[in-house]
């Protein structure tokens, strides 16, 4: 919808087609290393391409959130080992070296029931066992990243209750809020 109402190119994650993500949540953790590896390389390639473009891109997902976020919740739930994680770190940090912050990164924040409610109405079969500790880490570990360890500007949205999808004026606080940031213009009263 940004990328629409902007002309930015989208950029999305890798779900659709990616030959990890199904036998990742029937064996979290013998595929932990596998998945989070392949989300990586994927990222990379696009935080490549973002950094070579000479016009705005937008994606549904940073490489940063993916290490920060998933990767450490599969750490720290005992999901991914000591090793692989390490190692997994070790590549990312070579990788930063490459890299810069995007210029903003929106965070629609949401309590673990909205987020029980987005993932049923999004109807992933794979998705559909997921159990709600798991939930509930990361979104903590988002919170985490977003407040404490992530150094780029965040602009924070609270969308509960927002149906940006389908009501116009919920878009328009969206909008005006990123106006705000990137633009300097003033976000008008919500």
Sequence with gaps: MLARYY???????SVGFNP???DYYGD??????CLETYFLKERFKDMLAVMKADH????DRSIFEGVHVFVTNN????DLSKRDYDTYMELFSLMKRLMRLPDL???LRKSVPALVRQIQKRGRE???GMQIDYL????NRYEDFIYRQYEGKVLVIESDAMDFENNPADFRIITDKIDAQLFGLFAQNN
């Design 75 to 78: 750490y720290m739930r005992g």
């Design 126 to 128: 794979y998705e559909q």
């Design 136 to 139: 509930r880490d990361l979104n």
């Design 105 to 107: 990164m929106i965070y």
């Design 7 to 13: 002309g930015w190119e989208p950029r999305f994650e």
């Design 56 to 59: 705005t891109i937008v994606q």
């Design 20 to 22: 990890y993500l199904e």
């Design 28 to 33: 979290i953790p013998r595929w932990s290393f």
